[in-house]
Antibody, heavy 121, light 107 residues
Framework: EVQLLESGGGLVQPGGSLRVSCAAS????????MSWVRQAPGKGLEWVSA????????YYADSVKGRFTISRDDSRNTLYLQMNNLRAEDTAVYYC??????????????WGQGTLVTVSS | AIQMTQSPSSLSASVGDRVTITCRAS??????LGWYQQKPGKAPKLLIY???TLQSGVPSRFSGSGSGTDFTLTISSLQPEDFATYYC?????????FGQGTKVEIK
């Protein structure tokens, strides 16, 4: 059974940094692309970032480019999102998401439960 | 980035109604579009991918159509469990972009 478990969310001051993680199980993690999607309180979904399998290419939304870094540790079956220079508008629930097939980067079939990041002084 | 314009932003409907939600892309995205359902406090759920392919386990009352720039999600007979917010997502290129969402409420 595929499981995605996010962690690392919390309260951080504007300008601060935070790293959220997504522990994966139930599939061959290294073969699959993984993504982060976020949702601000009461707002819609926003795609944030993606990384191809085995540490391949990375992609970012314009709103986070230069501030966020996606990475993965295939030995630990874990996806990361390092968030620097955080702003109030980064406040959101952050979901990790996975496509069904190793051959696709998108089409998110599996989702974690999300971790809340709050940027406030 | 490709802009996805979804309409309506909300609608009220009754059980048994036929519901249609549309999504328009700012450029041709072939059929690289998915539809997701989200209920409060829950992660989104994939309903349709490649514009018209029903995800395994999703009821057949859900259907998708369209290609190029104009896409439609149809619920043929709305059920109580279908009251939720629906989003389209283009995966033609990066950055991927969601529509603004359509909240389907009980009339």
């Amino acid at each position: 059974e595929v499981q995605l478990l996010e962690s690392g969310g919390g309260l951080v001051q504007p300008g601060g940094s935070l790293r959220v993680s997504c522990a994966a199980s139930g599939f061959t993690f290294s073969s699959h692309a993984m993504s982060w999607v976020r949702q601000a309180p009461g707002k819609g979904l926003e795609w944030v970032s993606a990384i191809r399998g085995s540490g391949g290419s990375t992609y970012y939304a314009d709103s986070v480019k230069g501030r966020f870094t996606i990475s993965r540790d295939d030995s630990r079956n874990t996806l990361y999102l390092q968030m620097n220079n955080l702003r109030a508008e980064d406040t959101a629930v952050y979901y990790c998401a996975k496509p069904q097939s190793p051959t696709t980067v998108t089409t998110f079939v599996y989702w974690g439960q999300g971790t809340l990041v709050t940027v406030s002084s | 980035a490709i802009q996805m314009t979804q309409s309506p932003s909300s609608l009220s409907a009754s059980v048994g109604d036929r519901v249609t939600i549309t999504c328009r892309a700012s450029q041709d995205i072939r059929n690289d579009l998915g539809w997701y359902q989200q209920k409060p406090g829950k992660a989104p759920k994939l309903l349709i991918y490649a514009a018209s392919t029903l995800q395994s386990g999703v009821p057949s009352r859900f259907s998708g159509s369209g290609s190029g720039t104009d896409f439609t999600l149809t619920i043929s007979s709305l059920q109580p469990e279908d009251f939720a917010t629906y989003y389209c997502l283009q995966d033609y290129n990066f950055p991927q972009t969601f529509g603004q969402g359509t909240k389907v409420e009980i009339k």
